[in-house]
């Protein structure tokens, strides 16, 4: 099943659930070894770690103050240039 990204959708979601700025939860699953590439979309900030159980992946969680959702997007946007980066 192909899934595709509605930007425009996701966008108004977080407009409508959210008043900017504010403090945004990001979670992504990458191969372990590729945390490094997460951590440098949002530089200085807070990041939780946590490996799957037979260590192959690692689940990473960073909280970080967004001015907008367009802010919001853009990470997504360069997160998804992440080699099999699953953002939640």
């Given amino acids: 099943m192909d899934k595709t990204f ?10 409508a659930q959210m008043t900017f700025p504010a403090l945004y939860m990001f979670k992504f699953i990458v191969l ?3 945390e490094h590439e997460v951590a ?3 530089p200085n900030n807070d990041m939780e ?4 159980s ?3 992946y690692v689940s990473v ?5 967004m ?7 853009d990470v997504y946007e ?6 099999g980066v699953i953002a939640l």
């Fill in 32 to 34: 372990t070894g590729q």
């Fill in 61 to 65: 969680t960073i909280r970080a103050m």
């Fill in 78 to 83: 360069r997160a998804s240039k992440i080699e």
């Fill in 40 to 42: 440098a979309l949002l």
């Fill in 67 to 73: 001015a907008s959702s367009d802010a919001v997007l």
């Fill in 6 to 15: 509605d930007k425009e959708a996701f966008k108004e979601k977080l407009e």
């Fill in 54 to 56: 037979q260590g192959k």
């Fill in 49 to 52: 770690l946590k490996n799957s």
